[in-house]
C-alpha cells in the first residue's frame, strides 16, 4: 500500500509540475512512508522524494532497528545530518526547480536545506497537491475510522451513567481521555467540557467549574485507531435546563440533520455549510452561529474538504468530514452536535451514531 501510495503521489507531483517533495514528520509523512516518526524531535528526519520516481529517507540512528524495506539514510548525534543531506540530493538529482514543502516542517531546518550548495528551488507547500490523495479515504482508512466511531459512540453512553453532577470540567475531561485511551490508541485532540456559560466558547479549555443542575454541558472529542481520528459533539443537560436553551438545542439538531440530508456525489462543500446555516437563521440565531459546518476527518483530525460558506471542493465517495453546527449565545451557554459522515454510494452515511436527542440527567 506505502509503495502504491508514493507512485500516486509521484504522478500527481509530475502531472502538478514539480520536482520533487520534502516531507518532514507529520500526517503527509505517515501517510506515505507507514512510519511514526513524530518523537524525532530536533532530528533531522526527511523523506526527499523526486518527480522521477525515486526516494530516499533521511533518519537519525534512533530508528535504526525500525525502519525496514525503505530506502534509508542514518545519521547519528555529532554527525551533520545536511551533509547527508546533499548527499541524497545529489542522488536524487534534484539540484533545483520546483519543490513542495512539509507545511509544518520546523523553520531551522528549511533555513538550513536552502544553505545546501548553490541549489535554487522555488518552494510550494506539500498540502497544495497531496490533500488531492488524502480526501478520497480507501477502503483499509475508511475500517480504521469506523472502529474510533465506534469508540466515541461508546464513550458517550458511557458517560450518560456517571454522575457528573457537582464534577469540575477538567475533571470530566480526564476521566473522557483515560477511557478512550483504554479503548484505542488515544486522543485525536484535548476533549472539551463546556458548562453553562462556558459552553458559549465554541473551543472552551476545560477549568475548574463544576456542573451544576440546569446546565447543558458540551462534550467534544475523539479516538485515534492505526493514525485514523474521530470526533464527535454531544451536548447534554444535568437537570431541567433553561426553555430557551431546549429551543436552541432543537434548532442545532434540525440544522444538522438538514446538512446531513443535503451530502451528494457532485455537491460542493459550501451547499452543506448553507443547508446548516439557513436553517440556523430563519430560526433567528444566525449571528450565533460563528464557524464553518464542518472539516474532512481522517489522519488529522482538521483536514480538507473543509464544510464552509468558502467550501469549493466538489465532494466525491470516499470523502470523509464532520457535519457540527453549533449556536452560542454570550451569558446562557450553547449547543452544538457533530457527526463524522463519509460520503459512500452517491450519498452521506453517519460513522458516529451516538444518540442525538436531547438527554437529560
Known amino acids: 500500500m506505502i509503495s502504491l501510495r508514493i507512485r500516486k503521489f509521484v504522478s500527481l507531483i509530475r502531472e502538478r509540475g514539480f520536482d520533487g517533495a520534502l516531507v518532514s514528520p507529520s500526517a503527509n509523512f505517515y501517510y506515505l512512508t507507514g512510519l511514526h516518526v513524530h518523537e524525532a ?98 477502503r483499509e482508512e475508511v475500517e480504521m475510522m469506523k472502529h474510533a466511531a465506534k469508540v466515541a459512540d461508546r464513550v458517550f453512553e458511557e458517560v450518560l451513567s456517571w454522575d457528573i453532577l457537582g464534577m469540575r470540567e477538567r475533571e470530566l475531561a480526564l476521566k473522557i481521555e ?82 446531513y440530508r443535503a451530502v451528494r456525489e457532485g455537491v460542493k462543500a459550501k451547499e452543506i455549510d448553507r443547508a446548516a446555516r439557513e436553517t440556523i437563521a430563519k430560526a433567528g440565531y444566525g449571528e450565533y452561529f460563528t464557524h464553518r459546518t464542518g472539516h474532512g476527518l481522517g489522519l488529522d483530525v482538521h483536514e480538507e474538504p473543509f464544510i464552509g460558506p468558502d467550501g469549493e471542493v466538489t465532494l466525491e465517495n470516499g470523502m470523509t468530514f464532520t457535519i457540527e453546527p453549533g449556536i452560542y449565545v454570550p451569558g446562557l451557554g450553547g449547543v452544538r452536535i457533530e457527526d463524522d459522515i463519509i460520503l459512500d454510494e452517491g450519498r452521506g452515511k453517519r460513522l458516529t451514531r451516538a444518540n442525538r436527542e436531547l438527554v437529560v440527567l
Open 41 to 138: 524531535g530536533e532530528r533531522l528526519t526527511l523523506l526527499v522524494v523526486n518527480a522521477d520516481g525515486s526516494y530516499h529517507l533521511l533518519a537519525p540512528s534512533l530508528y535504526e532497528n525500525v525502519i525496514r524495506n525503505f530506502p534509508v539514510t542514518f545519521w547519528r548525534d555529532g554527525e551533520n545530518p545536511y551533509h547527508k543531506l546533499a548527499w541524497i540530493l545529489g542522488e536524487l538529482e534534484l539540484s533545483g526547480g520546483r519543490l513542495l514543502v512539509e507545511d509544518t516542517m520546523r523553520a531551522d531546518w528549511l533555513i538550513n536545506i536552502l544553505r545546501i550548495g548553490n541549489r535554487a528551488f522555488e518552494l510550494y507547500p506539500l498540502s497544495s497537491v497531496i490533500r488531492e490523495l488524502r480526501m478520497r479515504k480507501e
Open 178 to 259: 483515560l477511557r478512550i485511551r483504554e479503548l484505542s490508541d488515544g486522543i485525536s485532540f484535548e476533549p472539551i467540557v463546556a458548562s453553562g456559560e462556558n459552553a458559549a466558547n465554541p473551543h472552551h479549555a476545560p477549568g475548574d467549574r463544576r456542573i451544576r443542575e440546569g446546565d447543558m454541558v458540551i462534550l467534544d472529542y475523539g479516538a485515534k485507531v492505526g493514525g485514523y481520528c474521530s470526533d464527535i459533539t454531544r451536548t447534554i443537560a444535568v437537570g431541567q435546563p433553561n426553555e430557551k436553551l431546549v429551543e436552541v438545542y432543537n434548532v442545532v439538531k434540525e440544522a444538522q440533520e438538514n446538512a
